[in-house]
C-alpha cells in the first residue's frame, strides 16, 4: 500500500471515529468477515482446506509427538511465504503475518490427537491404531492455516502483524502453559481461540462473556491393601472394598459439602485391580478429574480429594497415596472470556453469520488450556457450529465416532481471520485518534 494510500485511509478512520461510526455499522469494516467468507468458500480454497484436514487426521499425533503434523504446517507456511519460530513448547510452530511490527494479535489452534481407537469407517480413518482426532484439532490446525492463507492475500491491509500459535498438547498436556513460558507472545495485545461443536448448527456460533469453561486437574491412588484368595476374606485386607467406599465418599464432596450454586464436579473415571475371579489383590488405582468455576473452589476440592482416599482407605485398614499428576497434566485455569473481547466477537461473528446465528452459551465444565493464554493477555474463546440439519446428531467430542462436518473448515478460516484484522483496524485507528486528540491539545 501506497503511502498516500496509507494516509488516506488513516484519515477515513480518524473521521470515522470522531463521527462514532467506526463499529459493526462502519461498511467497511463490516465488509471484511463477509468478504473472507466468501474468499474460504471459494472451490480451490475449500478443497485445498480439505485436503490438509483428512491428511492431518489420517495421522493422529498426541501431545508433544505432533512431528508430521508440525512439519505438515510448516510446509503450508512456507508454501504461502509465511515466516515463523520453530521448535516451540517441543513441537510448536509460531507463524507471523502482517507489518512484523506492533500492534500484535494471536490466533490460536491445538494440534495434538486422543488415545482412542477410531470407529468411523470412512476413506481418511485414522491410520494408526489407538490414536485419532476425536476433538476437532485436525479442523482447528486446518482453520488457522485458512486463515493463514486469507491474511497473507491481504497482508499490505493488515495494520500490525497477526501471531499464528499452533499449539502442541491441549489435551491434558498444558501446551498452552509452555507457549506462554516459551515468550513468544509478549507483545501480544489479544488473543482469540475457536473450536468446532456439534452443539451448533453450519453457520452459528457460541460464547459468553466471562467464565465459560471451568478449571480442572486429575488425580490418580494407589490403595493397597493385602491380597489373598476370595474364599477366606478374613485373611486379607480388600482394597477393592476400600476403593469402592472411597469412590462413593467422594461423590459427596460436591453433593454434600459444595454450594450448590458454585458448580463443580468430581468424577472417578479408572479403576484397575485384580487378574483373577477368585483373588483378592494387594492394590487397586483409581483416578480421575475434578473440576471448577473459582480457584477457592477448586483447591478445597484438592485438599478434600487428599483427605477422603487417605483417611476412606485407613478405615478399612488399607493405606492410600495420592497423585496430582501435575508434571504430566498441570491444572487448568478456568476460562474467563474478556468483555470487550467478547463484544467485539458479537460484532464480528454477527457482520459474518447475521446476530440471528449467535447462540448465548451457558458455562460448560468441560476445560480448555486457552486459559493459560488468558491469564497472561486478554483472550476470547468460542465454539463454531458444524453440525448439519439433514443429517442424524452428529456424535459429541472425545467419542470414538466423533466426526466433523468439513463444511464448516470455511467459517472458521474466515471468521479467524476476520478478528484479526479487525482487531489491529480498531485498535491502530483508537490508537491514532488517542495521538490526534493529544496533537489537538
Known amino acids: 500500500m501506497s503511502f498516500c494510500k496509507r494516509v488516506s485511509f488513516v484519515l477515513i478512520l480518524l473521521y470515522l471515529l470522531n463521527s462514532c461510526l467506526i463499529s459493526s455499522s462502519s461498511n467497511g469494516l463490516s465488509q471484511i468477515p463477509s468478504n473472507f467468507l466468501t474468499l474460504?468458500?471459494?472451490?480451490?480454497?475449500?478443497?485445498?482446506?480439505?485436503?490438509?484436514?483428512?491428511?492431518?487426521?489420517?495421522?493422529?499425533?498426541?501431545?508433544?509427538?505432533?512431528?508430521?503434523?508440525?512439519?505438515?504446517?510448516?510446509?503450508?507456511?512456507?508454501?504461502?511465504?509465511?515466516?515463523?519460530?520453530?521448535?516451540?513448547?517441543?513441537?510448536?510452530?509460531?507463524?507471523?503475518?502482517?507489518?512484523?511490527?506492533?500492534?500484535?494479535?494471536?490466533?490460536?489452534?491445538?494440534?495434538?490427537?486422543?488415545?482412542?481407537?477410531?470407529?468411523?469407517?470412512?476413506?481418511?480413518?485414522?491410520?494408526?491404531?489407538?490414536?485419532?482426532?476425536?476433538?476437532?484439532?485436525?479442523?482447528?490446525?486446518?482453520?488457522?492455516?485458512?486463515?493463514?492463507?486469507?491474511?497473507?492475500?491481504?497482508?499490505?491491509?493488515?495494520?500490525?502483524?497477526?501471531?499464528?500459535?499452533?499449539?502442541?498438547?491441549?489435551?491434558?498436556?498444558?501446551?498452552?502453559?509452555?507457549?506462554?513460558?516459551?515468550?513468544?507472545?509478549?507483545?501480544?495485545?489479544?488473543?482469540?481461540?475457536?473450536?468446532?461443536?456439534?452443539?451448533?448448527?453450519?453457520?452459528?456460533?457460541?460464547?459468553?462473556?466471562?467464565?465459560?469453561?471451568?478449571?480442572?486437574?486429575?488425580?490418580?491412588?494407589?490403595?493397597?491393601g493385602k491380597g489373598g484368595h476370595a474364599a477366606l476374606p478374613q485373611h486379607s485386607i480388600d482394597p477393592i472394598l476400600a476403593a469402592s467406599n472411597v469412590i462413593v465418599s467422594l461423590q459427596h464432596l460436591v453433593s454434600r459439602e459444595a454450594d450448590p450454586l458454585d458448580s463443580q464436579v468430581v468424577t472417578v473415571a479408572k479403576f484397575e485391580g485384580g487378574g483373577a475371579f477368585n483373588v483378592i489383590p494387594d492394590s487397586v488405582t483409581i483416578g480421575g478429574t475434578f473440576r471448577a468455576f473459582s480457584t477457592k473452589s477448586f483447591m478445597q476440592l484438592k485438599k478434600r480429594i487428599e483427605q477422603v482416599i487417605t483417611r476412606q482407605a485407613s478405615v478399612h485398614m488399607c493405606n492410600a497415596t495420592v497423585d496430582f499428576i501435575e508434571e504430566e497434566k498441570p491444572f487448568f485455569p478456568p476460562t474467563v472470556n474478556d468483555k470487550e473481547l467478547h463484544k467485539f466477537f458479537k460484532n464480528v461473528s454477527g457482520d459474518m453469520l447475521g446476530t440471528e446465528n449467535y447462540v448465548e452459551m451457558q458455562p460448560l465444565m468441560g476445560s480448555e488450556d486457552f486459559s493459560f493464554y488468558q491469564e497472561t493477555i486478554p483472550g476470547h474463546f468460542s465454539f463454531v457450529g458444524m453440525q448439519n440439519k439433514a443429517h442424524s446428531p452428529m456424535a459429541s467430542p472425545h467419542s470414538p465416532f466423533f466426526e466433523v462436518n468439513e463444511e464448516l473448515l470455511p467459517y472458521g478460516a474466515s471468521l479467524h481471520a476476520s478478528m484479526a484484522t479487525r482487531y489491529l483496524l480498531e485498535l491502530k485507528a483508537s490508537t491514532l485518534t488517542q495521538s490526534y486528540k493529544k496533537d489537538e491539545l
Open 40 to 224: 474460504a468458500k471459494r472451490n480451490d480454497f475449500f478443497d485445498w482446506m480439505v485436503g490438509i484436514r483428512r491428511r492431518i487426521h489420517e495421522n493422529p499425533e498426541l501431545g508433544y509427538e505432533e512431528v508430521e503434523t508440525s512439519k505438515l504446517v510448516r510446509a503450508e507456511l512456507e508454501k504461502m511465504g509465511v515466516a515463523f519460530k520453530h521448535p516451540v513448547a517441543v513441537t510448536g510452530v509460531i507463524g507471523y503475518v502482517g507489518t512484523g511490527q506492533a500492534p500484535f494479535v494471536a490466533l490460536r489452534a491445538d494440534m495434538d490427537a486422543l488415545p482412542m481407537q477410531e470407529m468411523v469407517e470412512w476413506e481418511h480413518k485414522s491410520k494408526v491404531p489407538g490414536k485419532m482426532h476425536a476433538c476437532g484439532h485436525d479442523a482447528h490446525t486446518t482453520m488457522l492455516l485458512g486463515a493463514a492463507k486469507l491474511l497473507k492475500e491481504h497482508e499490505d491491509e493488515l495494520q500490525g502483524t497477526v501471531v499464528l500459535v499452533f499449539q502442541p498438547a491441549e489435551e491434558g498436556g498444558g501446551g498452552a502453559k509452555k507457549i506462554v513460558e516459551a515468550g513468544v507472545l509478549e507483545n501480544v495485545s489479544a488473543i482469540f481461540g475457536l473450536h468446532v461443536t456439534n452443539q451448533l448448527v453450519l453457520g452459528q456460533v457460541s460464547s459468553r462473556e466471562g467464565p465459560l469453561l471451568a478449571g480442572s486437574g486429575f488425580f490418580k491412588a494407589k490403595i493397597s
